[in-house]
């Protein structure tokens, strides 16, 4: 990478170097570039690393691109002004253009986020997705290694603004309710509070009710267990599986509701996903709170196979092995 401006222009043809602003023949600069951050090479999974437009723009301006310049927040504007603060000649613009540039979401992806940071804000995903923010949770003994705690008074964590769109997936988590809340609270959410479109949360009702609501183009579904199917002050793994128009939830390895959608819903929003809250009506506040542990939370970009709840890479949280069934609690 170089600071220093470069031409696509050169004296003559092959010349090396920054190039001349006074060359006739054109010669393009190149530099080679990962389009995976911090990874030169293909593997399996990697698609939730490629870098976003704006990434790339900042790589080529930082590198070969005309000049050095400043990424800057997106805004919205009307008129633009341009002022050369140095130049080693007198600029000369030949042609102008503006491109709008959206901000690209997080890929949807296989993501696994142990929670097991002992400190800071960062929650690593130990799958190549994108890493998540605690946001007031504190540290709490989990089911192995760390868990984190949510008060029921706000605090929550980020996973960051993943779109899921019309795809097929699984989204599973352990999580111990603290006693029997008054009111539905939010366990996993890509949503807001109070709008009737692009909902998408799991919820946990006060009678240990699980459910999950999807809406968007297309329509809507709402899926709601039967009352207890998850307890208070204990450990239990819930899941909420997708497979085209056809929803599952899942408790301790045991689907306890099921339910189809007329047709394929499409979800999309610009919120980022979040654990343990929604979206308050306005602003970034939370709303709904969760109070109790959660704790080895994971997505999958893919539905069940052979109607399973499990993966052949990684076991699935509905998906117990013969000690699991003999140790409910682990």
């Given at each position: ?195 009737g479109s692009s909902q998408m949360r799991l919820t946990l009702g ?125």
């Amino acid at each position: 990478m170089t600071a220093d401006p470069t031409w696509a222009t050169v004296l003559e043809a092959g010349a090396s170097g920054l190039g001349d602003p006074a060359g006739t023949v054109w010669q393009s600069a190149e530099c080679d570039a990962p389009l995976r951050d911090h990874d030169w090479f293909w593997h399996p999974g990697g698609e939730a690393r490629i870098v976003s437009v704006e990434d790339l723009l900042a790589m080529y301006y930082a590198s070969v691109g005309h000049k050095r310049i400043e990424r800057i927040d997106l805004v919205e504007v009307s008129r633009v002004r341009l002022r050369v603060t140095k130049a080693i000649a007198s600029p000369v613009i030949r042609k102008l253009a503006a491109y709008p540039v959206e901000k690209s979401p997080a890929k949807f992806g296989d993501c696994r986020w142990p929670l097991d940071e002992a400190e800071g804000d960062a929650l690593r995903d130990a799958l190549c997705g994108p890493d998540g923010r605690n946001r007031g949770t504190q540290r709490a003994q989990g089911v192995s290694g760390r868990a984190l705690r949510f008060d029921g008074k706000g605090a929550h964590a980020s996973l960051g603004a993943m779109e899921v769109h019309s795809k097929d997936f699984t989204f599973a988590a352990r999580i111990q309710p603290e006693g029997s809340g008054a009111a539905e609270s939010i366990i996993w959410s890509k949503e807001r509070s109070g709008q009737g479109s692009s909902q998408m949360r799991l919820t946990l009702g006060p009678r240990g009710n699980l459910g999950f609501l999807l809406s968007g183009s297309g329509g809507g579904i709402w899926v709601r267990s039967p009352e207890g199917a998850v307890p208070p002050d204990r450990w239990s793994r819930v899941a909420v599986v997708r497979k085209g128009e056809d929803f599952r939830l899942v408790v301790d390895g045991k689907p306890v509701a099921q339910k189809s959608s007329e047709a394929i819903i499409l979800h999309r929003n610009s919120l980022e996903m979040r654990l343990g809250a929604r979206y308050a009506p306005s602003g970034d506040g939370p709303d709904s709170p969760f109070k109790g542990l959660i704790d080895d939370v994971r997505l999958w970009a893919k539905g069940p196979r052979k109607n399973k709840v499990r993966t052949s890479r990684l076991r699935f949280a509905a998906d117990w092995s013969a000690n699991d069934r003999a140790n409910p609690q682990a």
